[in-house]
């Protein structure tokens, strides 16, 4: 016997009934797009790994210790699947040039992949749903996408999730904060754990997003960009707050924040869950007005967010919303095997009407079939036999109320008095 294979660890498959919130989930993020006038764009799961290096940083934790990268056997290329999309967004909008014509509003959908310690809410591939405005300069994109990513919560009945902020400023503000990060923790080296040691001189403003509980005294006195920002990075950050402020959204100035990617500058922000354990960031973003630029296109400002899939559905298990079950109109019972082909067309004309319908298959006596049709929760059983293929009919028997068994006629196409009887159809899929 040939040994079991099994998924890769921390890749996991998604499964019925668990992939009816999943599709449930992607319709609200439709939607969701659609009110904001966000168009779909889809990227290859594989992308140049200098593309990464260059837009994510060469010291960042996914650079340096997380990314799946390959060399390309046929042609030497260095390969990596990707870590994130937001510098592969920017690639294809570079390299397309999209931003001919004005700004664009785009979102995505996928999987992205990185090599850590499997854990709740962390996989090595994981999904998420991103929106990112190009060519927007001011604050006000800032808040449609906070606001944005409100409105969602709000369409999957999700409560308790936390906004902070914080403003990163432009490059100039932050080299003189990085300066006196790095003076302020060379003189308490003896408190630093091995990481921060390692990013002191290459990216000390990674230390302040250390999640040592041993250091997180240290990290609460160290100098805060904030105090440096200038006259354009304070008013940017002061309107984006009086922006949420109007719309009614609560949020904490979190000087802290700082994301895990180099190219974020100005506004930051994310949404945090109590819920979570460890993985408590829900969604996260912010402007990025550099990035084009430095992965070659002409110089235009950014902004966006992403969120994580299982996240969100982790949340959702947890407030017991599940999806309503997408159960059948009706299940067709073939107890005469010349019924065959009109039990087929009679099938293919409910679908077309909308109607969903299951075939039974695999053969079975009269009996088997009908525990089937039970078991599939469909509404009716329709029973092709010997009498009703004679008649040009087929036997309609409730399988939910009860009742006598009714015959009704195929002969139109479709079926109306069949149809009739089936409606209304089985309601679509949503949570309860």
Excluded at 192 to 204: E, I, Q, V
């Amino acid at each position: 016997m040939n040994p079991k294979l099994s998924a890769v660890k921390g890749m996991n498959d998604i499964l019925p009934p668990d992939s009816a919130r999943w599709e449930w989930f992607e319709q609200q993020v439709r939607e969701l797009m659609r009110l904001y006038g966000y168009r779909n764009i889809r990227t290859p799961i594989v992308e140049p790994t200098p593309l990464f290096v260059r837009g994510i940083g060469e010291v960042t934790d996914i650079v340096e210790k997380e990314m799946y990268s390959f060399t390309d056997s046929l042609n030497g290329e260095a390969l990596t699947l990707r870590p994130e999309n937001t510098a592969a967004i920017v690639r294809a909008a570079v390299e397309h040039n999209l931003l001919y014509d004005g700004g664009k509003r785009l979102w995505y959908c996928g999987p992205m992949f990185r090599h850590e310690r499997p854990q709740r809410g962390r996989y090595r591939q994981f999904h998420q749903v991103g929106a990112e405005a190009l060519g927007y300069a001011g604050p006000d994109v800032d808040a449609e996408l906070i606001l944005m990513a409100r409105r969602l919560w709000d369409m999957l009945g999700l409560r308790g999730l936390r906004l902070e902020i914080n403003c990163l400023g432009h490059a100039g503000e932050r080299a003189r904060h990085r300066a006196r990060l790095i003076e302020y923790f060379e003189a308490h080296a003896q408190q630093l754990d091995d990481d921060a040691r390692r990013r002191l001189y290459s990216n000390p403003l990674r230390i302040l997003d250390t999640k040592n509980p041993a250091m997180q005294q240290l990290v609460e006195q160290a100098p805060r960009l904030l105090d440096e920002l200038e006259s354009e990075s304070r008013e940017h950050f002061e309107q984006l707050q009086a922006l949420l402020r109007a719309a009614g959204q609560d949020f904490v100035v979190n000087p802290r924040l700082v994301r895990g990617l180099d190219y974020y500058n100005l506004s930051v922000f994310e949404w945090v869950s109590e819920h979570l354990g460890a993985q408590a960031t829900v969604c996260a973003g912010g402007r990025y007005d550099g990035l084009i630029e430095q992965i070659g296109g002409k110089p235009a400002p950014a902004c966006g967010w992403a969120l994580g899939i299982e996240r969100v559905l982790d949340l959702l298990a947890q407030a017991e919303r599940q999806p309503a079950a997408q159960l059948p109109d009706a299940y067709v019972v073939l107890a005469h095997a010349p019924a065959l082909h009109q039990a087929l067309q009679t099938a293919e004309a409910l679908r077309a009407a909308g109607m969903q319908v299951v075939m039974n298959a695999g053969g079975g006596s009269l009996k088997s079939q009908m525990k089937r049709a039970d078991a599939s929760g469909a509404r009716f059983a329709l029973i092709f036999g010997e009498q009703e293929w004679m008649a040009g009919e087929v036997g309609l028997k409730s399988l939910r109320q009860g009742g006598q068994q009714q015959q009704r006629s195929v002969a139109l196409q479709p079926p109306a008095l069949l149809l009739q009887s089936l409606a209304p159809a089985a309601p679509s899929a949503r949570l309860e």
